[in-house]
């Protein structure tokens, strides 16, 4: 798939992101043996960034709507615009 222009760069910026927050200088700044509902934070904090991840990803990969945002003349569906008919 290719992408082009934002989507390429929000990709990159994403990945780049992850790579950081899961460095290990950076996991030992949230490694903590304090516990929250019986589970470490660390393990929270990282299970939350791979979640957040994979929803970034998601809004990212999203298609844009390619409807016509002006209105058709009278009899015109927006299949016939696309498609090119008269």
């Known amino acids: 798939m290719m992408r082009s222009g934002r989507k ?10 992850c790579l950081i927050a899961f460095m290990p200088p950076v996991l030992r700044i949230i490694n903590s043996s304090q ?10 904090s990282m299970f ?7 929803v970034l990803t998601a809004i990212g990969a999203r298609r844009r709507d390619r409807t016509p945002a002006v209105p058709l003349p009278a009899g015109r569906s927006a299949d016939d ?5 008269k």
Do not use: N
């Not at 516990?35 to 929270?44: A, C, E, K, R």
């Not at 615009?81 to 008919?85: D, E, I, P, S, V």
């Open 48 to 54: 939350g960034i791979w979640g957040a991840a994979i």
């Open 81 to 85: 615009a696309q498609r090119g008919k």
């Open 8 to 17: 390429k760069e929000w990709s990159i910026l994403l990945f780049v992101a």
């Open 35 to 44: 516990l929250l509902f019986g589970i470490p934070i660390s393990y929270l």
